[in-house]
C-alpha cells in the first residue's frame, strides 16, 4: 500500500531529522539494492531528497521493506514509530527483512558498489549511466542545426571529404583531404557542396556549391608521418601535427537563411571534452561521397593517445568522411573525424583530432577572426 500523500511531508521532514544521507543511502542499498542517487537527483536540500526517496519505494510498492528497516535504526522515537504505523502499518508490525550477505566480484576482486543483500529487490535501474536520457525536442532541433552546417568537400566534381563551417565564411576540413589540390596549385578547384541530402522518396536534394574565397587556404597542420603506415601512433603525432585546413569561402555561408533561419556555424570549444571511456559519439559525415548521413554509437570512446593530440572511438565512417565533425550525444563538438584503423581486414577503431587542440593552433596562426563567436 503506498504511503499516503499527506504523510509524505511530515515523514520526509523527520527523516531528515534523525539520519544522515549517508544513513539514507545505505539503508536504500540494503533493502532494494540501490544507491541514494539512482533513485534520486544530486544537490537536493536533505528533506527534499527523502521526499523523493519516499515517493520512490511508494511507487514501487516497497514501502513497507524501507520503513521497517528505518525504524529498526529509530526504535525509541515515538514520533517516528507513529508517523511509520499512520503511512504503513505493515512496516510497524513487521520486523526488517532478513539478508542473505552478498560479495560479488569480478576476477575474485569485491566490486566496491556492489548491494550488500541478496534479497534486494531494487528500484528501476539507470543500466547505463554514462547515457543520459535526452530532451528530444531540444535534442532534434540541435541535429538539424548541425544538419545544415556540414558540407561534401569535392575538388572540381569528385567529392573528397568533408568539412563544416566554424564561422561565418570558413569551413574546417582535413589536411589530407585537400593536399593534393592544395600542392597542385588546384586550390582553386575545391568547393563546398552544402545541403546535399537524400530526401524521404529517395531523391536527392543537389545542395548549394560555394567555392573558395580570396584567402582559399587560410591556414593548415600536417599529419604525422606515422599516419602513413601500419604503426600510426609509433611515435605520437606532435601538437603540430593536427591534419587539419581551414577554407576560406567566397561568400559568407554561415549568414545564409534555411528556412528564414540562419546557417550559422559549430562553435570549436577551447577546451578539452570531459570524455570518458564508452561515451558516446556521433559523427555527421558524407561517406563515399553520399549524402549526408549521422553514424551513432553509444558506447564509442576508447580513449586519447599517448600525448592527447588524437583520441580513438568505434562510431562506423567510410572513405569520405574525412574532416567530419564529431559530437558528445548532446551535440557537443569534440574531434575532428580524420582516420581509420590501417587494419582494415578487422579494424578496431576509427580516430579523431581534438577540436580544441585545432582552434589553439588556428589562433596561434593568427586566424582566429575566420572563426565565430
Known amino acids: 500500500m503506498a504511503i499516503p500523500v499527506e504523510l509524505i511531508e511530515p515523514l520526509s521532514r523527520k527523516s531528515a531529522r534523525i539520519f544522515t544521507l549517508q544513513e539514507g543511502d545505505w539503508m536504500l542499498r540494503k533493502v532494494t539494492g540501490d544507491m541514494l542517487y539512482e533513485v534520486v537527483p544530486r544537490g ?20 513497507a521493506k524501507l520503513l521497517s528497516e528505518m525504524l529498526a535504526r529509530r526504535p525509541n522515537d515515538p514520533e517516528f514509530r507513529d508517523l511509520v504505523a499512520r503511512a504503513s502499518p505493515e512496516a510497524a508490525a513487521s520486523p526488517p527483512q532478513a539478508e542473505m550477505p ?17 534479497f534486494a529487490p531494487g528500484l528501476q535501474r539507470n543500466v547505463r549511466p554514462n547515457l543520459q536520457k535526452l530532451d528530444l525536442m531540444v535534442w532534434v532541433d540541435k541535429l538539424l542545426r548541425i544538419r545544415n552546417r556540414v558540407c561534401r568537400i569535392e575538388i572540381g566534381t569528385r567529392a573528397a571529404g568533408t568539412g563544416f563551417l566554424v564561422g561565418p565564411q570558413a569551413v574546417l576540413t582535413n589536411w589530407h583531404v585537400v593536399e593534393k589540390a592544395a600542392t597542385a596549385g588546384r586550390v582553386a578547384d575545391l568547393r563546398c557542396r552544402f545541403d546535399y541530402l537524400m ?27 606515422a599516419e602513413l603506415t601500419d604503426h600510426p601512433a609509433e611515435p605520437p603525432p606532435t601538437p603540430d601535427e593536427l591534419d587539419f585546413a581551414l577554407l576560406h569561402l567566397g561568400e559568407a555561408a554561415g549568414e545564409h537563411e ?16 570531459a570524455l570518458a571511456p564508452d561515451d558516446p559519439l556521433l559523427i555527421v559525415q558524407h561517406p563515399d561521397g553520399a549524402p549526408m548521413k549521422l553514424a551513432m ?14 583520441l580513438r572511438y568505434r562510431t562506423n565512417t567510410d572513405s ?9 550525444m548532446d551535440w557537443d563538438p569534440v574531434v575532428l573525424h580524420h582516420y581509420g584503423d ?32
Open 258 to 273: 534555411i528556412e528564414g533561419v540562419a546557417r550559422r556555424w559549430i562553435p570549436l570549444p577551447a577546451a578539452a571534452p
Open 102 to 118: 552478498l560479495s560479488l566480484q569480478v576476477a575474485g576482486a569485491a566490486v566496491a558498489d556492489a548491494p550488500p543483500n541478496g
Open 297 to 310: 554509437d553509444t558506447q564509442a570512446v576508447i580513449g586519447p593517445n599517448a600525448n592527447g593530440t588524437r
Open 320 to 328: 569520405g568522411s574525412s574532416g567530419s565533425p564529431g559530437f558528445s
Open 342 to 373: 590501417p587494419a582494415w581486414q578487422a579494424p578496431k577503431f576509427n580516430q579523431g583530432v581534438p577540436l580544441h587542440l585545432v582552434r589553439a593552433r588556428i589562433e596561434a596562426g593568427g586566424q582566429s577572426g575566420l572563426l565565430g563567436p
Open 44 to 63: 537536493l536540500p536533505d528533506r527534499a531528497t527523502f521526499s523523493a526517496l519516499l515517493d520512490a519505494v511508494s511507487a514501487s510498492n516497497i514501502e
Open 199 to 225: 530526401r524521404e522518396d529517395g531523391a536527392r536534394q543537389p545542395g548549394v556549391v560555394l567555392p573558395l574565397g580570396d584567402k582559399a587556404l587560410a591556414c593548415h597542420s600536417p599529419f604525422s608521418p
